[in-house]
T-cell receptor
Framework: AQSVTQLDSQVPVFEEAPVELRCNYSSSVSVYLFWYVQYPNQGLQLLLKYLSGSTLVESINGFEAEFNKSQTSFHLRKPSVHISDTAEYFCAVSGNTPLVFGKGTRLSVIA | GAVVSQHPSWVICKSGTSVKIECRSLDFQATTMFWYRQFPKQSLMLMATSNEGSKATYEQGVEKDKFLINHASLTLSTLTVTSAHPEDSSFYIC???????????????FGQGTRLTVV
């Protein structure tokens, strides 16, 4: 069975400050890892994913995440956040199964 | 990118009535679609896996007679909430996987969600 733990339910951060949203997973098989973002009353949008290859993956809007197999982590980082980054962020894991989601982290960017 | 369209985006219905939610993959074929339910400020909980041409697989605790799922084609799955009650009010989200070969079939594409309110 697979599971995902997002350690922080809420993360407030000032605009232009760096942020890290933590994600740990457990799985007995090789996994694919994802970060999704959800804006209020909307579905989920894929932010970035790790399938194989380079352990550092990047999104088009400045987020990056690093797959660390030894620590079973896939933390999401951004060096300088904007007000528009305020949203709910979900980490997810998948083998060849439906996605299993973490409980989400609410990122609030403060002006 | 792949697009999944979910309709309606919001619906209000009276207690005891049934509501149908559609999930369509617009530019790819999806042999498998997934239905999730999300309560306010909580994560997504998988309700069922919808397989084209066969019965859906429901997660433990999900009433299959209450949440009817039909996946009649490679681009359409429907979720019908039967005899809806106020406790069924929630945000329902579908997702679909590309049935083709390649890295895109590892990713799930999500609809925009349906806000159901039962009064």
């Amino acid at each position: 069975a697979q599971s995902v733990t997002q350690l922080d339910s809420q993360v407030p951060v000032f605009e232009e400050a760096p942020v890290e949203l933590r994600c740990n997973y457990s799985s007995s098989v090789s996994v694919y890892l994802f970060w999704y973002v959800q804006y209020p009353n909307q579905g989920l949008q894929l932010l970035l994913k790790y399938l194989s290859g380079s352990t550092l993956v990047e999104s088009i809007n400045g987020f990056e995440a690093e797959f660390n197999k030894s620590q079973t982590s896939f933390h999401l980082r951004k060096p300088s956040v904007h007000i528009s980054d305020t949203a709910e962020y979900f980490c997810a894991v998948s083998g060849n199964t439906p996605l299993v989601f973490g409980k989400g982290t609410r990122l609030s960017v403060i002006a | 990118g792949a697009v999944v369209s979910q309709h309606p985006s919001w619906v209000i219905c009276k207690s005891g009535t049934s509501v149908k939610i559609e999930c369509r993959s617009l530019d790819f074929q999806a042999t498998t679609m997934f239905w999730y339910r999300q309560f306010p400020k909580q994560s997504l909980m998988l309700m069922a896996t919808s397989n084209e041409g066969s019965k859906a697989t429901y997660e433990q605790g999900v009433e299959k007679d209450k949440f009817l799922i039909n996946h009649a084609s490679l681009t359409l799955s429907t979720l019908t909430v039967t005899s809806a009650h106020p406790e069924d009010s929630s945000f329902y989200i579908c997702s679909a996987r590309d049935a083709g070969i390649g890295p895109r079939n590892t990713e799930a594409f999500f609809g925009q969600g349906t806000r159901l309110t039962v009064v």
